[in-house]
């Protein structure tokens, strides 16, 4: 089945530093989204990419889609506290609908103040 | 709108113990979906629904069922609970808008659940 694969699995960063979350998918996606999930809470959609090669940036947040359409990246230029949780990318199962969602395992990110 | 609700937020089971996890969205979504989170393990799609009276699996159906009488409701039942069963909840709710610029997940808080 589809897989997709996220690394790192965690990063602690000093505040200020930036920090980089790759995600990879076994098959070509029709679109890819990404989650934050804050300690104790639960996933907040952030974003959703759908043409190759996209790039959308939300403040200190850059996303880019790949050519390929199965790998995807969150970049966050000097990081803040607030910026504390686990990053999720998720794309559709075969099929495109995004009511079926396969997600990474995710990436942790701790920021030292 | 209160978007997605859960309930209860924690339980404590004992093994063999059955429950009904809630879920309701007021936001007349079609889509919704059961997913649960392990440490490390992301979140899994147990069950999902696309519509009023109709339910598919996921990727970890096994040991709960479920069922949509109305677009609103989307309980999940766990018939015999198990131990491996121990996870944080997630019921999840989407709409259609259409070609390849779909639907986004909206999450409701969870329900943690502890089978001793």
């Known amino acids: 089945g589809q897989q997709v694969m996220q690394i790192p699995q965690y990063q602690h960063v000093q505040e200020g530093e930036d920090f980089t979350t790759y995600c990879n998918s076994s098959t070509t996606l029709s679109n890819i989204q990404w989650y934050k999930q804050r300690p104790g809470g639960h996933p907040v959609f952030l974003i959703q990419l759908v043409k190759s090669g996209e790039v959308k940036k939300q403040k200190r947040l850059t996303f880019q889609f790949g050519e390929a359409k199965k790998n995807s990246s969150l970049h966050i230029t000097a990081t803040q506290t607030t910026d504390v949780g686990t990053y999720f990318c998720?794309?559709?199962?075969?099929?495109?609908?995004?009511?079926?969602?396969?997600f990474g395992k995710g990436t942790l990110l701790t920021v030292n103040p | 709108n209160a978007g997605v609700t859960q309930t209860p937020k924690f339980q404590v089971l004992k093994t063999g113990q059955s429950m009904t996890l809630q879920c309701a969205q007021d936001?007349?979504?079609?889509?919704m979906s059961w997913y649960r989170q392990d440490p490390g393990m992301g979140l899994r799609l147990i069950h999902y629904?696309?519509?009023?009276?109709?339910?598919d699996q996921g990727e970890v159906p096994n040991g709960y069922n479920v069922s949509r009488s109305t677009t609103e409701d989307f309980p999940l039942r766990l018939l015999s609970a198990a131990p491996s069963q121990t996870s944080v909840y997630f019921c999840?709710?989407?709409?259609?808008?259409?070609?390849?610029?779909?639907?986004?997940?909206?999450f409701g808080p969870g329900t943690r659940l502890l089978v001793l």
């Open positions: 999840a709710s989407s709409y259609s808008s259409g070609g390849a610029s779909g639907e986004t997940q909206y």
């Open positions: 629904s696309v519509g009023a009276g109709i339910t």
């Open positions: 936001m007349n979504h079609e889509y």
């Open positions: 998720a794309g559709p199962n075969s099929g495109g609908s995004n009511y079926k969602l396969t």
